[in-house]
């Protein structure tokens, strides 16, 4: 039941939805532990919502958010590859600073939307004002004002028992001659979600499903098969053993002197190691004594 994503629709209103359960964030992305609560909560949020726009889109689609805060957050981002591959990391500016969402949020601040279709397309990024309640508030704006599409999006995380966990819900109105009709069931709706404790969201024991069925029982809804999520980056140690060729031999060799080559994947957070084996399968011929 974790990892996963399940879409759903509505069959008496023009409303379609997902819920996303990420459960053991930090097994996979160490970066959502690494900082403060605000930022860990933010990175998780731009995961969240990073798969949801991926998994929104008709076609396949690489996805990436980012934050750009003049005052305390250099770059945050987070990214959802074509195959629902997810990663994040953040980079501030003064990494002993206590920030708060309130820092984030000042004026200034940016919340930019890159897309990159499959098959080498043109990619296009929108940018609006980061909100000042939330980043989930931000992808409601970028869905109001980019698509003039009627948008409810939730996220809740916590961290219990070292343990990271998000979920997510996202409803949006579909295309109608006459949304109107159904402004009295969308503000419903909302309604509804307001009301969901985010207990509910995490019980591992209550199916998705039954969750939709519990919340919506005036309404007929109908779930579609789950689409799982990933974690691990592709070609990440092969990136890392391009960059140690870039530098050379004779400046692999000089950092060996000190023990194994160290370098951290951004995106996950986590450690590669590189002994003298590794570095000198690399050169090759070239490797000498």
């Given at each position: 039941m ?9 069959d008496?209103?023009?409303v ?8 053991g964030?930090?097994?996979?992305v160490?970066s ?13 949020e ?18 990436t ?10 770059l945050?981002?987070a ?8 990663k ?14 309130a820092?984030?949020?000042v ?16 990619s ?7 909100d ?9 704006k970028?869905?109001n004002?980019?698509?003039q599409?009627e ?29 109107e ?5 969308w ?10 404790h ?14 939709l ?18 974690f ?19 400046t ?15 995106f996950s957070?986590k ?14 011929t070239?490797?000498?004594?």
């Amino acid at each position: 039941m974790s990892n996963n994503l399940l879409p759903f629709v509505f069959d008496n209103i023009p409303v379609r939805g997902k819920i996303l359960h990420l459960r053991g964030l930090e097994n996979y992305v160490p970066s959502v532990t690494q900082h403060n609560k605000t930022i860990n909560t933010c990175l998780s949020e731009l995961l969240t919502a990073a798969a949801v726009v991926s998994h929104d889109l008709k076609n396949a689609s690489d996805v990436t958010l980012q934050i750009h805060s003049p005052k305390s957050v250099g770059l945050m981002v987070a990214n959802c590859e074509e195959d629902g591959t997810l990663k994040a990391y953040a980079d501030l500016q003064d990494k002993e600073q206590d920030v708060t969402y309130a820092d984030i949020s000042v004026d200034g601040s940016l919340f930019a939307l890159t897309i990159k279709p499959a098959a080498n397309q043109q990619s296009y990024q929108s940018l609006v004002e980061l909100d000042k309640v939330s980043i989930s508030s931000s992808l409601e704006k970028y869905f109001n004002d980019s698509f003039q599409k009627e948008t409810y999006f939730r996220v809740y995380t916590e961290e219990k028992d070292g343990v990271v966990n998000c979920s997510a819900i996202f409803l949006q109105m579909l295309p109608d001659e006459t949304p109107e009709e159904y402004a009295d069931d969308w503000h419903r709706l909302n309604l509804i979600l307001d009301t969901l404790h985010p207990a509910e969201m995490f019980d591992i024991s209550l199916k998705k499903e039954d969750l939709l069925l519990r919340l919506f029982a005036e309404d007929k809804v109908r779930v579609f098969e789950r689409q799982p999520l990933k974690f691990d980056p592709h070609g990440t140690r092969k990136r890392m053993q391009n960059a140690l060729i870039k530098l050379g031999v004779d400046t692999c060799k000089e950092l060996l002197e000190e023990g194994p080559i160290e370098m951290v994947c951004e995106f996950s957070g986590k450690t590669h190691t590189f002994d003298a084996v590794d570095v000198a399968a690399l050169f090759g011929t070239d490797w000498k004594d």
